[in-house]
């Protein structure tokens, strides 16, 4: 009986592995040359930002501002979990050291 359990695990495992390499190829596959990029409000042209473009699906795409050429795509699942994260401070910095440390350095 263990054995079923495991082998269906891992034909589930197998699965959800494969449909989410289709999503990224299906993501990646999208022309996204004519997308609107937003930056964040009060951000100047000339200034390095970060910049997003809403894609079909949820999915959204994000730049540099200054290497618009690559470009990272998110589906809309990834993206919901990036946002709750920054929200609850997952991605907060450490602060620096102020003696000693590679911050000093």
Do not use: C
């Amino acid at each position: 009986m263990a054995d079923v359990q495991e082998s269906t695990a891992g034909t589930q495992d197998e699965d959800v592995r494969a449909r989410k390499e289709r999503e990224r190829d299906e993501l990646y596959a999208l022309d996204i040359s004519d997308v609107e990029w937003h930056s964040a409000p009060g951000t100047e042209e000339h200034e390095e930002r970060v910049e997003i473009a809403y894609l079909p699906g949820g999915a959204v795409a994000m730049r540099s501002s200054l290497d618009p050429d690559t470009v990272l795509r998110y589906t809309e699942a990834e993206w919901r979990a990036f946002v709750l994260g920054a929200r609850d401070g997952e991605f907060d910095l450490e602060p620096a050291p102020h003696n000693g440390g590679l911050a000093a350095q």
